[in-house]
């Protein structure tokens, strides 16, 4: 919810007056923005409700969906550079310069 608070914030000169398609992977936060807030957790009602005042505020209709994790690769690739991502494979280094090796070696 914080990433789309800082979204929105970040492009409000751009999105000011217009509509807005939030798509996110946190189901939590796609459902408190869906119905403008929520019981379980007061941190993540207090900022749907920033994010809903500021966008009144600034006349954007904001509209929200929930793309699942395993899809929303793209996004988690430019947010964890450094780190393999769940919804991906990868083989070790070593494991890889052995398998050069052996096809080198069949060249």
């Known amino acids: 919810m914080l990433a789309i608070q800082k979204a929105v914030l970040h492009f ?9 398609m939030i798509h996110s992977d ?5 459902a ?4 403008q807030g929520g019981t379980h957790s007061l ?3 207090h900022l749907t409700w920033q994010i809903l005042l500021e966008c009144q505020l600034q006349g954007i209709t904001l509209l929200v969906r929930h793309i699942p994790g395993c899809l929303n690769v793209l996004a988690d690739s430019l947010l964890r550079r450094h780190q393999i ?5 990868s ?3 070593s494991i890889v310069h052995q398998m050069f090796s052996i096809w080198l070696l069949a060249m």
């Open 43 to 45: 941190p993540m009602f």
């Open 91 to 93: 083989l070790p280094p």
């Open 12 to 20: 409000l000169p751009l999105i000011r007056g217009k509509v807005v």
């Open 26 to 30: 946190n189901s939590s936060a796609v």
């Open 85 to 89: 991502i769940g919804t991906e494979w």
């Open 32 to 35: 408190y923005l869906r119905n």
